[in-house]
């Protein structure tokens, strides 16, 4: 009951952002006390009331700001009385000025938020101060995640000075996949973000529902995709192909217990349905992908892998590559992993890209899996299976994106790319 009360104000908030709100009007709105509904907003939502008005007008501010529109102009408009204090509220809310913020990042319209699809529950900055007791690094600056080619922000994770980051969820056996996994990779040799143990040796901390836990912070860069389509771009999609070949022979000796997905079975009993009549697809390639891939998906090998090798969570330097977040480990087909790399390039590039560069991207799709092959060695049925596993992952996340309000713009691109690819699929093919 409490949280369809909460979506209500939610969405009251976020259609008055330019108007004077406050917690009187919102509270008497719910049929609240003013008391109960700041203890309620705040266990709902994880944030106090105001500092979540204050979060989305600025995130929709820096939005605007980022569009063209004159900064002191939407200052004003969100409540500010000058810039300076637009500015200063920013920096102490993301650690980062507007102007900082605007070269980093590509920003994007601050989605709406839904109680019912969100998987974490906002965390402070202050929470998150209070929890590093636990690690002795309480007075370390807190400061948002944001994945530098898309602008989104990391709902489920803190860096924590320069060192470190603090990383949370509800589901305990996600974190502890994290972990495990780092932990052996690290054990491994290669370059990792290892669990830090608390003052008192504990792997994690467990409060108010969530779960935390701290690891280094690597200190590479994030793959920028932009780069893939410079001089020299081939060179590093093959090099990220190796990475990921050198990270699956290493994933394969891992004895962890995962939950073990049947990508075929997904695309057509869940992903297939739920698109149909979203997109057009030759009715060949459909009676193809169910014949052909049908044949082919019980001869794959499959492992450990990490299922989620966007460009966000590969980190590069220049004598040393990591890979994080590992928490959608499972056991899959070994070649999810470089096909899943390469349509997430794609994604982050075709919503502005002209057509040439669209056909670049084919290019830096077959250098990754060249790559990949030089150090794994694929077999005739992975290579035959390859482009079916391409146009699965986009099932799959265009069925996924679709069922998402916040994800309507990846919604959007993903199936244009799903489309855009079906009428290239020849293409795809590895030799």
Not at 86 to 93: I, Q, T, V
């Amino acid at each position: 009951m409490y949280r369809n009360i909460i979506q209500e104000s939610i969405e009251y908030i976020e259609a008055h952002l330019k108007s004077e709100l406050t917690v009187k009007e919102l509270s008497e709105r719910a049929g609240f006390s003013l008391f109960h509904y700041y203890r309620v907003f705040q266990s709902v939502v994880g944030m106090p009331v105001m500092q979540y008005i204050l979060r989305r007008r600025l995130l929709n501010g820096i939005y605007e700001i980022s569009c063209g529109n004159k900064m002191v102009d939407v200052a004003f408009a969100y409540g500010f009385d000058t810039y300076a204090g637009f500015y200063k509220a920013f920096l102490r809310e993301f650690g980062r000025t507007p102007a900082q913020f605007l070269k980093t990042y590509k920003v994007k319209k601050p989605y709406g938020i839904n109680l019912f699809q969100e998987e974490h529950r906002m965390v402070t900055h202050k929470k998150i101060a209070e929890i590093l007791r636990n690690w002795g690094l309480e007075k370390e600056q807190i400061s948002d995640i944001f994945y530098e080619g898309s602008g989104n922000r990391n709902d489920s994770a803190f860096y924590v000075g320069e060192q470190y980051v603090i990383k949370f969820s509800a589901n305990m056996q996600t974190l502890k996949t994290h972990m495990e996994l780092s932990r052996v990779l690290g054990e491994a040799g290669l370059w990792s973000a290892l669990p830090v143990k608390t003052l008192d040796g504990k792997d994690h901390i467990a409060e108010d529902g969530l779960f935390y836990c701290l690891t280094r912070r690597l200190a590479g860069q994030q793959l920028q995709v932009g780069d893939l389509y410079e001089e020299g771009g081939m060179t590093k999609a093959r090099y990220i192909g190796e990475v990921l070949g050198h990270l699956s022979l290493a994933l394969e000796k891992v004895d962890v217990p995962l939950q073990e997905a049947d990508l075929y079975e997904t695309v057509t009993n869940w992903a297939i349905p739920k698109i149909k009549g979203k997109l057009m697809l030759p009715t060949k390639l459909q009676v193809d992908y169910r014949e052909i891939f049908g044949r082919l998906y019980r001869t794959l090998p499959m492992q450990t892998i990490h299922r989620d090798p966007n460009p966000g969570n590969l980190i590069l330097a220049e004598e040393k590559w990591g890979v994080i977040d590992f928490e959608l480990s499972e056991r899959n087909i070994r070649i999810f992993d470089p096909c899943y790399a390469a349509t997430a390039i794609l994604s982050e590039s075709f919503a502005d890209a002209e057509q040439g560069k669209k056909e670049k991207w084919i290019a830096i799709y077959q250098n990754i899996l060249y790559g990949y092959d030089a150090v794994v060695r694929l077999t005739a049925e992975e290579k035959q299976a390859i482009p079916y596993v391409v146009l699965s992952n986009q099932l799959i996340a265009t069925a996924w994106f679709m069922e998402q309000d916040k994800y309507r713009e990846l919604y959007e691109i993903n199936r244009n790319m799903t489309e855009w690819m079906a009428g290239r699929f020849e293409k795809l093919k590895i030799k």
